[in-house]
């Protein structure tokens, strides 16, 4: 298959995509909230709205320019795909076909229904990709691997793989930056950029940096249209849980009611939590986010990523900063 069939086929998802139903989607969030309860319909659909933000003709082209394809040999290359989010090891998957390479998946338990039917519709879409996508239970007799984990599985994937090519990813969070100046549609977008499939993506902001003497609490009400996470049983418990632990510890902190908000170095905060740092310079600020730079996925905020497009990465926003199909397009050359 030439890479502009493969091209136009995952144009003709984007547009299978566009065109499914509310009912369809409204099925397919139910049964995937059943099998893991994070994955609302709402959060099936902003999943879906996702890809096809990615597919479009003129984004896909322009991507697929800056690299050399070859038709040489196909590489079989293991994906080990995070649950986190609904299908978030889509972009792995489309860049190991269209760089013309095998992918052997090793699904998320938590996100078993949804990838299996994106994987149907692939293949319904364009059938020559049948031969080019397995899903595996174990990742043997692979040529390279993308794995994506925690920091402890971090380690044991470095280990298991580490005689053949490979991109591993750790746990990671975004932050935002606010400059005191933002406007209510700006705070708006934040509000999308933290409660967005409930704060759990790497790409969701866990906390912001305000200018020393900016109040907090004046970002609250432009949150408001997102408080109704606070009916996600599974959300609740986790805000019950810190703001008792708050509490009995009597840890200083805001409460919006479906938000608590404190005031920390730390930098990875829980569900329900957001972290809260000042700064009293750009510059001393800089510093800050060099020192934890391995730890952050994005920056949001002025002169960085738009308020409310955190989770609206385009092809070329590589998780990690490292380059997918760059590395997919190398292993054809060995």
């Known amino acids: ?24 989607i409204g099925e397919l969030g139910g049964r995937a909230q059943l099998e893991n309860p994070w994955f609302t319909e709402e959060n099936v659909k902003r999943a879906l709205a996702g890809i096809s933000f990615m597919l479009e003709e003129k984004k896909l082209e322009q991507w697929i320019s800056n690299y050399s394809m070859t038709d040489s040999t196909p590489k079989i290359v293991g ?14 998957l489309l860049c190991v076909l269209i760089s013309g390479n095998f992918a052997a998946i090793k699904p998320s338990s938590d996100d078993l229904l949804l990838t299996r039917t994106l994987i149907d519709w692939i293949v319904e879409t364009e059938p020559r990709f049948k031969k080019n996508i397995e899903l595996r239970d174990r990742l043997t007799n692979v040529d390279a691997v993308i794995a994506t984990g925690s920091d402890n599985t971090a ?3 470095e280990y ?5 090519p490979h991109i591993i990813r750790k746990n990671r969070t975004s932050v935002a930056v606010l400059n005191g100046k933002e406007s209510e549609e700006e705070l708006k977008n934040l509000g999308e950029d ?11 902001v866990s906390k912001i940096f305000t200018p020393k003497g900016f109040d907090l609490r004046e970002t609250f009400p432009h949150f408001e249209q997102y408080s109704s996470c606070i009916n996600h049983h599974k959300y609740r418990n986790n805000y019950d849980y810190h703001k008792s632990i708050y509490l009995v510890n009597k840890t200083p902190h805001l409460d919006t009611g479906a938000l608590l908000a404190v005031s920390t170095d730390d930098l990875v905060s829980p569900v329900s939590v957001l972290y809260h740092q000042e700064y009293d310079s750009s510059e001393s600020l800089a510093k800050v986010l060099e020192a934890q730079q391995e730890k952050i996925q994005c920056v949001v905020g002025n002169d960085h990523i738009p308020f409310g497009m955190a989770q609206k990465p385009e092809l070329w926003d590589y998780s990690d900063d490292v380059d997918t199909m760059e590395f997919l397009v190398g292993l054809k050359r060995l």
Not at 1 to 23: P, T, W, Y
Not at 160 to 164: G, L
């Open 1 to 24: 298959m030439k890479v502009e069939d493969r091209i136009s086929a995952f144009i003709n998802l984007g547009h299978r995509i566009d065109n499914l139903s509310s009912d369809e």
């Open 155 to 157: 380690r044991y994937f």
């Open 79 to 92: 994906i080990v795909m995070a649950g986190n989010i609904p299908l978030v090891g889509f972009h792995d």
């Open 160 to 164: 298991y793989f580490k005689d053949i």
């Open 194 to 204: 933290i409660f967005s499939y409930f704060g759990l993506g790497c790409r969701n």
